[in-house]
């Protein structure tokens, strides 16, 4: 009876890395099963009708505990990342040291999407007139919250 009980509470423990830390089938979920059902069965073969069914409803009673208390329990919270963010993209990005009319220089190719060097910083920048390359001399056209428009200088 105890390499019953091993087994089902084997496979239980398999499913429950399958099912919580490893997403998918894999070879934990395909174990589990296999030690379950290899319990349940010898349970059937070794000790008759009666306990067979027994052995199946505790390890299916067990095996919904086993998830219930799982998924509700406080335990998860430990393992996971609990830092609050409490800032936004647009917080650090310096705009207000910038003006319309400002030179710059790209650092690497818009397209149309890329990082300029203003006054020693960096920033990125969307471009209107398409593709620039890099290391060209670009003027500021408009600044909103969040985003610094460009063309390139002639």
């Known amino acids: 009876m105890g390499a019953i009980i091993i087994l089902i509470v084997l496979g239980i423990l398999l499913f429950l890395i399958e099912f919580l830390l490893i997403p998918g089938i894999t070879i934990a979920g395909i174990g589990g099963a296999i030690m379950t059902m290899s319990g349940v069965y010898i349970a059937f073969e070794r000790f008759g009708t009666k306990i067979g069914v027994l052995v ?3 390890t299916l009673v067990s095996t919904i505990v086993m998830f219930a208390f799982s998924l509700r329990s406080k335990t998860w919270k430990k393992a996971m990342l609990s830092t609050n963010i409490d800032s936004n993209v647009a917080d650090d990005l310096g705009l207000e040291l910038l003006h ?26 969307k471009s209107i007139a398409g593709y620039i390359e890099p290391h060209t001399p670009v003027e500021i056209v408009k600044i909103s919250a969040s985003q610094i428009i460009v ?3 002639k």
């Open 151 to 153: 063309k390139p200088i």
């Open 100 to 125: 319309e009319g400002d030179k710059g220089e790209t650092i690497g190719r818009l397209a149309p999407m890329g990082m300029i060097r203003i006054s020693g910083h960096s920033y990125e920048a």
């Open 56 to 58: 199946l409803l505790f």
